[in-house]
């Protein structure tokens, strides 16, 4: 992980000048130009503006070019599924049943 090299790849890819997240971190535009070059070490707290700056995530920032889903994101799409079982006769009524409960049986025999 390069993160002085993921800050230049998604400025540039974004549009923004080195001037952008000088503005933020209230600094010099060589300041910035040395941390891209690897040539200044970056502060932690230093991460989260520049992140701002560039309008994206702390984590993408940390990832990039990867992309992670925050857990919460994830959207639960229903699933279709199709269950195909071979049974003997006299088991197949005990597992619908089991599956559909006792009054759905009914239904499914007609």
Excluded: W
């Amino acid at each position: 992980m390069n993160i002085a090299k993921n800050i230049r790849l998604i400025r540039e890819e974004r549009g923004f000048s080195q001037k952008v997240i000088a503005d933020a971190l209230n600094v010099d535009v060589a300041v910035v130009s040395n941390i891209e070059n690897e040539k200044r070490e970056l502060r932690v707290s230093e991460l989260e503006i520049i992140s701002n700056s560039l309008e994206v995530d702390l984590l993408y920032l940390l990832t990039y070019p990867d992309q992670y889903i925050k857990k919460g994101d994830l959207k639960q799409e229903p699933v279709e599924a199709i269950l195909q079982i071979k049974l003997q006769a006299d088991k197949k009524e005990q597992v619908l049943r089991l599956v559909f409960g006792e009054n759905n049986l009914e239904i499914l025999n007609k």
